[in-house]
């Protein structure tokens, strides 16, 4: 090797990037005939202070041949880059970022244009949502031997708004109560049990299904469906609309059900006024103007006591009572009031006999195909297609003998349930008339006030 006049630092400048990450060598002031050593390359890293993340076999060339290096920035050292923490973050059983409203899109291409709302139903302890803890940085390492530190990532925390709860870690989040799981402003998260419609239940809003109570600040109109395990409380009116509740129903304009109306409540139904519709109540009916054209069932009373008090056509049934200032008219419209059991035991038995009507007439038309086939065993022309005929019907006969003993057996349930109502409760069984001259009109065979026994 060569004498060199100067020292190495001269022909070879050592420099670090800010960052620490990385080391370069630059290679000037040499000749053809300039020459360096491994171990000399390694004494001016280290004086450089430069001892991680060496790039030995680049180092080795440059020292076998310098000369393609000249005046050339390279890196000769390389650090490690240290990664912050990730930060922690909630994870949501339910999609609180679509706020579009979209009709419903069916398996089969076809679109839904009734289902457009989507309401986030929850029960009381359900979970909501979870929370995923930051991470810890990972410190990474300079050049020159020196460790990076590095941030730890940012906590996430629940933003609880009304009726949820979280554990004592503060890792999971729950309802505290049945409702609609809603996020509100500064994304705290809500359940709220009552689920309110400001205007009316149109395509805009669609179908609603709901956990809780359901407020309508509109009308319902034709065709749309409103389901509540609470109560229902529409301000306006329902035209031909489904309602089902758990609770109660209130329509505070009436009900105009152009005869495709069904509203069944397991508790009490108020309205105005009911014409051409099917209302059902568990407990009573409640009706301050007129009941007209209508299919009603209350599992105790129904009232239509008010001002006008009407009821003109159609059923009345009712488990106890039937109150109303006027039944009929003077056009003679047919009015069926029954009055002392319970609507859906009566309605029950009615469908009970019409199936075991439908059971026996099948059976009569099965017992006559394997009388024909019996005969054509005996002769012996029953082919084996014939033979597979015999067998279903066989069967077909034991499993409708069995819906027909199933079918009795409810029908005497239902009777010996009626009976018992039949000494115990008809004291309290009555038609009560405000004004009983006001029977406009009303021939028995028109009006039928009847206890059914």
Known sequence: MLERNMPL???????????????????????????????QLEDLLKANHIVYGLNRPLLATIALDPRPFYNQKVVIATGINPQEGKNGSITYLYNFDVNEKKPLELDDGRVNYKEVVSIHNIKKGQLIGQRVLAAEGIPGRAVTGEVLFTKAGKEARFKLGKNVIADAEQMALYAAIDGMVVKTDRDK????????VNGDVDFSIGNIDFIGTVVIRGNVLPGFRIRASGDIRVTG???????????????H????GQNKAHLKAGRNVKSSFIQDAMVEAGEDLIVTQSIMHSTIRAGKAVNCSGSKGLIVGGTIQAGERVTA????????????????????????????????????ENMDKTDKALSLLDQLAAAGQLGPDKVAMRIKLNHTKKQALEEQN?????????????????????????LSMVEPRLLLGVTPSLLKIQRIA
């Open 253 to 256: 304009a009436g009900i105009v």
């Open 189 to 196: 998260i809500n359940v709220f049990p009552v689920y309110e």
């Open 325 to 360: 200032r006027t039944i009929g008219n003077s056009m003679s419209t047919a009015t069926n009031v029954e009055v002392g059991v319970l609507p859906e035991l009566r309605n029950e038995m009615i469908q009970l006999r019409n199936q075991l009507r439908i059971y026996m």
């Open 237 to 251: 009116g329902v035209e031909a609309a489904e309602l089902e509740a758990e609770g109660s129903i209130d329509i």
């Open 406 to 430: 199933n079918l009795r057996d409810r029908m005497l349930e239902i009777e010996n349930h009626l009976r018992i109502q039949k000494k115990q409760k008809w004291k309290y069984c009555r």
């Open 9 to 39: 630092d001269f022909y070879i400048t050592i420099s670090i990037s800010n960052d620490k990450l990385s080391a370069y060598a630059l290679i000037n002031n040499a000749d053809e005939n300039f020459k360096v050593s491994l171990g």
